[in-house]
């Protein structure tokens, strides 16, 4: 294959125009990241039709270099192969000139391609007839035909970094690989043609076998459509057979029966109607008799129901007369008690009256010093949270607020930075703001949603806010002027004290515009939904609530220490008054009225003795009205029973009646209609055997009828071929069927000639491919004593078949230092050697007979290589006899410099200059020209 000479660049990415030279087995490209040597390498592959590395484009180097042109020019050799021939034949000099000509058009960047006898220059190859300019595809065809084979461009193609992406092939991708370069094009053509007549062979032969499916198919179907019509026309036979014959038999057949039983029925329909009737009689008479049974026990019932109803009255009288004189014995009873527990002559009366009044006195006095003393409490915790700065205590804010401590949220409450400024405003001031006197305010922004998540949990029903603002500039006369804030506020709280006015009166407010909102100084508020009072007890703002905790606190203790010297005066009094208590005088009263009692008594006895008889008297009246109840309850069941059985009667009689008719009248319809269906029919249709014969077959006219509908929705639903010519597309189809399976029989012979002659020509293939992969083992084992590594090839197991060939791969072991064999990529070699590995499998396909020649470009083959694995790397690459370009960053260690006689050096395009400074080159015996 040929090797670069001379490589020329015109508008190449920030590249104006310059040349260097590449005369040289080893070029070494070294620069800083990013100054241009993979771009270099790019330009290369393009003017070899070869795709740029990374997913590059040529056009983005175009684009970069914003001109509407751009020349790559490569002077490279022309050697000849071992036939003797030109690699660029018919040019026979031993120099040739490629071109890469790209220009824009259209907003397109389109290439062109030229080849040249001799170091021909841009400006000669303008408008000279030596260059053959061709497409890109032509163009790839010739630099084929000169040793850049396909295989050889993927692997020109690495992208940086990827030298050793070569060991890590399979084996049966390295035998493709390995076939595609060394391999005889004219036999891989003839087995691939003989492998290709077989297949259309077998394609045309499966077309046939698919057309003889297709007649198959179209001969079932016709098959189905002749049977289709012969169900058509069964089934017109049948059902004009049902309607003709079949469904007049089975009406006479029906009339015949039903005349039959119509007699009988009509016989027995007679006798029920005789019956019912004297049933129905029976039951009128029943009736009648139980109708009079319950008129006479109604007034049996109500007769007694009216004595007992008499006597239940006195009774009642008789005991409001009875309560009088028990109520003066009562008297008496409680005189005896009294008298049984007087001890001395005392006022018993007064003592008890004055007794509960003191008692009465102490309760009130000892409830209300534990309120003062409750108060007192309150009154001092106030008094120390306003002293200390702190708003008054509460239990659900003192939780919130130990709560936010605990969680680092900062905070100050509102009354912390509310100071009265007009004390004379106090009373108003508190009145807007205790609904917000807990209100919250965060002083991170950050912390409220922390804040409100731990409000959530706690139900906290208080304001707890970050956004705060500048106090606005108070309006005249406004709540706002009486109030003065340590810190900011929330904006909307001082919004509101703004936009409320202080008058001194309620008419001074009522002269006000509508939408004004005012206060006065007691707390009577007016806002858009009216005024209302909103004055509050208790101030939590400023000196003035301490003030007001403090002289409430004053009055407290003075009313405690009067309400405890009263208790004491009532305490004493009290044990007094209990000590004298100890009866009354009761006996003088008893000797009064001991007449009254005495009468008393007569009365209550005389009472009871005629309680006690009516008493008696009523419970007799009592009983016999019961057991009238229950007589007549029985005869109202029995005159219900029977009406019942009475209106059963009539039904059951009209019932029958109605049947009667109902059978006359069947009967006869049915001989009429009998009469009308034997008209016009055989005779034969009537006779005995004859309707036993429709009967036995269909039975009923609805049954022959079912039939009919049946058959019917089977004709309609269905669908049917009813064109007689079915039965000779059958015949043809038939007819063609037989001849394509002749056809198949002359094609399978033909398939069997054409799998013998691929045979053969697979044959060829495979001699081929092992006489290939022998002269590709030579080469690595060449290569491999040039570098020190043993190489060992494992041929692959092919037979002569297609499946064989598929799986066939070629496996390579290398031997370093002696230490073993190792594979491909068997994750045992070092970077180094993964390089190595690749290095000979590549090169190896680049040599004929042994012989080097061709040209590698490898993007920093010394990437992640040590001091030792260079020296290495690069000894086997002067050893071989093939051209390389290689790249590699100027932090790289000098060894990689050692192999090479030509250097090249990249430079970063300098801050403000439009182009980037030339590639220079450096010889180990000329020195540095540019």
């Not at 009539?650 to 019932?655: L, S």
């Not at 920093?860 to 260079?870: K, T």
Request: hydrophobic fraction near 40%.
């Amino acid at each position: 294959m040929f090797t670069f000479h001379k490589l020329e660049i015109v508008h190449w990415d920030y590249w104006e125009r310059f040349t260097i030279p590449l005369d040289s087995d080893i070029v070494t490209v070294v620069g800083p990241n990013g100054s241009g040597k993979t771009t270099l390498l790019d330009a290369l592959r393009t003017v070899l039709a070869i795709r740029c590395s990374s997913g590059r484009d040529y056009r983005r180097y175009l684009r970069r270099a914003d001109r509407p042109y751009a020349w790559i020019r490569a002077v490279v050799s022309n050697p000849r192969r071992g036939s003797g021939q030109f690699a660029f034949w018919p040019i026979a000099e031993p120099v040739v000139t490629l071109f890469c000509r790209i220009e824009k058009k259209a907003g397109e960047w389109p290439r062109s391609y030229g080849i040249a006898p001799g170091d021909l220059a841009i400006e000669q190859a303008q408008d000279s007839a030596l260059v053959n300019w061709t497409g890109v595809k032509q163009y790839e065809a010739q630099l084929e035909g000169a040793g850049l084979t396909r295989a050889i461009k993927r692997v020109l193609a690495l992208d940086q970094g990827h030298t050793d992406k070569l060991c890590e092939y399979s084996g049966h991708q390295l035998l493709e690989l390995v076939f595609d370069v060394f391999g005889d094009q004219e036999v891989l053509e003839n087995y691939q043609r003989a492998r290709e007549d077989q297949r259309a062979v077998e394609r045309e032969l499966q077309e046939l076998r698919t057309q003889l499916a297709q007649l198959g198919s179209q001969l079932h179907e016709a098959e189905q459509a002749v049977n289709s019509y012969n169900e058509y026309r069964r089934l017109v036979e049948e059902l004009a057979d049902l309607h003709g014959q079949w469904l007049p038999r089975a009406r006479l057949a029906e009339k015949s029966d039903a005349i039959k039983g119509g007699r009988s029925q009509l016989r027995g329909k007679r006798n029920e109607r005789l019956e019912a009737r004297r049933a129905l009689a029976e039951g009128e008479q029943a009736l009648r008799q139980a109708t009079e049974k319950e008129a006479n026990a109604t007034t049996d019932e109500q007769r007694l129901k009216a004595e007992l109803e008499a006597l239940q009255e006195q009774e009642r009288e008789l005991l409001k007369q009875l309560s009088l004189p028990q109520g003066v014995l009562d008297a008496r009873a409680r005189l005896v008690a009294r008298a049984e527990q007087q001890t001395r002559d005392v006022d018993a009366a007064a003592l008890s009256a004055e007794q509960e009044r003191l008692s009465r006195g102490r309760f009130v006095a000892e409830q209300r010093l534990d309120q003062l003393r409750g108060e007192r409490t309150d009154v001092e915790a106030r008094i120390e949270a306003l002293a200390s700065g702190r708003p008054p205590p509460s239990r659900d804010v003192d939780e919130f607020l130990s709560a936010m401590q605990k969680g680092r949220i900062a905070y100050t409450m509102l009354a912390d930075i509310v100071e009265i400024s007009d004390e004379a405003w106090q009373g108003a001031v508190e009145a807007i703001l205790h609904a917000y006197r807990h209100i919250v305010l965060l002083e991170r922004h950050e912390d409220r949603e922390r804040a409100w998540a731990l409000g959530e949990r706690m139900g906290y029903r208080h304001f707890v806010t970050p956004d705060r603002g500048e106090v606005p500039v108070p309006r005249q006369d406004s709540l706002l002027a009486c109030v003065r804030f340590k810190a900011n506020p929330p904006v909307w709280l001082a919004r509101l004290l703004n936009e409320i006015r202080c008058v001194a009166d309620i008419a001074t407010g009522a002269a006000l515009p509508p939408e004004q909102a005012w206060i006065t100084p007691t707390g009577y508020h007016r806002e858009r939904r009216g005024a209302r009072d909103i004055s509050v007890r208790q101030f939590h703002f400023g000196r003035t609530a301490l003030a007001q905790a403090r002289a409430r606190l004053r009055e407290i203790d003075e009313e405690i220490e009067k309400q405890d010297a009263a208790l004491r005066a009532l305490v004493t009094r009290l044990t007094t008054v209990q000590a004298a208590l100890g009866g009354a005088e009761a006996s003088r009263e008893l000797a009064a009225r001991e007449p009254e009692f005495a009468q008393a008594q007569q009365e209550l006895e005389e009472f009871q003795r005629r309680a006690d008889s009516l008493r008696r008297d009523r419970e007799a009246a009592a009983g016999h009205y019961y057991a009238a109840i229950e007589a007549s309850k029985e005869t109202v069941g029995a005159r219900t029973k029977a009406e019942q059985d009475l209106n059963t009667a009539t039904g059951k009689a009209r019932q029958v009646e109605s049947e009667f008719d109902g059978a006359r009248n069947a009967y006869v319809q049915n001989v009429l209609a009998w009469r009308s269906l034997r008209a016009g029919k055989p005779a034969q249709w009537r006779t005995p055997g004859a309707l036993a014969e429709v009967k036995a077959r269909y039975g009923l006219p609805a049954d022959v009828e079912r039939e009919i509908l049946r058959q019917q929705t089977k004709k309609d639903e269905n669908t049917y071929v009813t064109d007689p010519n079915c039965l000779l597309k059958r015949d043809k189809l038939k007819d063609d069927h037989g001849q394509m399976q002749g056809r198949i029989g002359d094609q399978e012979t033909n398939l069997e000639r054409a799998s013998t002659a691929t045979e053969r020509a697979r044959g060829q293939y495979i001699n081929v491919l092992k006489g290939t992969l022998r002269r590709y083992a030579a080469n690595l084992k060449h290569l491999g004593g040039l570098a020190g590594i043993g190489v060992e090839v494992e041929y692959p197991q092919i037979a002569n078949d297609d499946l064989s060939l598929a799986q066939a791969s070629l496996g390579v072991q290398f031997n370093f230092d002696q230490k073993g064999l190792i594979g491909l990529n068997d994750g045992e070699a070092s970077g180094g050697q993964q390089v190595m590995k690749s290095m000979i499998l590549l090169v190896g396909m680049m040599m004929e007979d042994q012989r080097g020649g061709g040209f590698v470009f490898i993007d920093e083959p010394f990437a992640h290589l040590d001091i030792f694995n260079i020296d290495k790397v690069g000894a086997f690459l002067q050893a071989t006899r093939a051209q390389y370009i290689l790249t590699t960053p100027n932090t790289h260690n000098v060894n990689v410099f050692n192999p090479s006689d030509l250097t090249l050096l990249t430079q970063k395009r300098r801050p403000g200059e439009t182009w980037a400074p030339q590639v220079a080159f450096l010889r180990r015996d000329r020195g540095i020209r540019t």
